[in-house]
């Protein structure tokens, strides 16, 4: 076989990989029903009316994979119609942009940008040309970025992605079903052991709780212990952060966005992203030294949002009280969880850089385990 012929079928079977990640069962499709909450429709994130996500995924040759995932507060404009925000920083090892004047001001202005930890600077411009393409007067603007290194399976330093792949997925962002696993930011990363990549999830309150959804997507990329639902997975499977000479990194990142339909006002969201980092927990992630673990939570509730056009000297809102935030708080960490599963079940082996590959969960052998501890029916 020639070398361009082996070139092209391995670039045909890496397309493949993606293509099928998207349609790969879920978690809760093989009965795997972290927390007690109920998820929303589409148990993604999208579930918060309004919020909207899009991917670009970066394959090429034997080397590139990367790519970007955009995170939609709502389907207006956001940079005149700011949602309140809030970020948490559960490790400081990362890269993230444009968190400062979150904390400062308790607002988002712009799409949320994740990609690879050298990207970072390209896609917050790309979200910067987009905002002032909309506004021909805006002379300052607070892109928005998070982002892991996927420098086991892509030429980072290649910085291949381009403020044009930023805009393609703007434009593509939508509702409904999300893709999970290779796709967007998430196509070259590994979590847990495995093979890691986007992932999302939500839960919906009961009435009597308020009726608030909750949202969560993740970009997955880093280690520890691996636990699904309780069991002990990476143990049994001897696949763990010291567990012998296996290649394992438990150094990586792990990027958290959390929506809400809740009226929450800045300070309660910084709340709400503290709770969030609880449920990187519940799946074996401990925060290693190299790791960078950032929660950003809003609110999409149209009460709390911020018009910059309205001059007024005042402003009244809703503001959920603090003694109705604890089922919130179960949602998100809930939700948490059940995202980072979501992105190793529906995440396929890839092969990349340096010849370096990285093996997908085994479902099979997970299944196992679980029905081994009765955490799944037979």
């Known amino acids: 076989m020639s070398k361009l012929l082996a070139s092209l079928l391995f670039i045909f079977f890496s397309y493949a990989q993606t293509s099928l990640a998207q349609h790969t069962k879920r978690a809760r499709d093989y009965g795997v029903k972290p927390g007690i909450l109920t998820p929303g429709t589409f148990n993604a994130i999208t579930d918060v009316q309004g919020v909207k996500v899009g991917h670009k995924t970066l394959i090429k040759g034997f080397d590139i994979r990367t790519g970007v995932t955009v995170i939609l507060p709502h389907s207006g404009d956001i940079f005149t119609s700011r949602v309140p925000a809030a970020v948490y920083v559960g490790n400081g090892f990362g890269k993230a942009l444009g968190f400062t004047q979150i904390e400062e001001l308790g607002e988002i202005e712009t799409p949320i940008g994740l990609t690879n930890t050298l990207s970072i600077h390209t896609v917050a411009n790309g979200i910067t040309d987009y905002v002032l393409t909309q506004h021909p007067n805006v002379r300052s603007v607070n892109p928005v970025v998070g982002e892991t290194n996927d420098g086991w399976l892509n ?11 930023v805009h393609e997925a703007i434009e593509q962002a939508s509702g409904g079903a999300v893709p999970e696993g290779n796709v967007g930011a998430g196509t070259g990363t590994t979590a847990l052991g495995f093979k890691g990549g986007i992932g999302t999830s939500s839960r919906l309150l009961p009435e009597n709780r308020g009726g608030y959804t909750v949202g969560v997507l993740v970009q997955s990329n880093f280690g520890g212990v691996l636990s699904i639902d309780g069991a002990p997975v990476g143990e049994e499977l001897e696949n763990h952060y010291m567990a012998g000479d296996i290649p394992y990194r438990v150094d990586g990142s792990i990027m958290i966005v959390v929506a809400t339909d809740a009226p929450l006002s800045d300070r309660n969201l910084k709340r709400l992203a503290k709770r969030a980092f609880m449920g990187v927990a519940r799946t074996g992630g401990f925060a290693s030294n ?81 029905k081994k501890h009765r955490l799944i029916e037979n």
Not at 155 to 165: H, Q, V
């Open 155 to 165: 030429d980072i330093r290649s910085r291949n992605i381009t403020m044009s792949d």
């Open 290 to 370: 190299g790791s960078g673990d950032y929660v950003i939570a809003f609110s999409t509730h149209e009460k709390v949002r911020r018009n910059i056009r309205d001059r007024s000297k005042t402003r009244t809102i809703e503001d959920l009280a603090n003694n109705y935030m604890s089922p919130l708080f179960l949602a998100a960490v809930e939700a948490t969880e059940e995202a980072i599963i979501n992105s190793l079940f529906a995440a396929q082996t890839m092969n990349g850089h340096n010849g370096h590959t990285m093996k997908e969960l085994p479902v099979p052998n997970v299944l196992r385990i679980m």
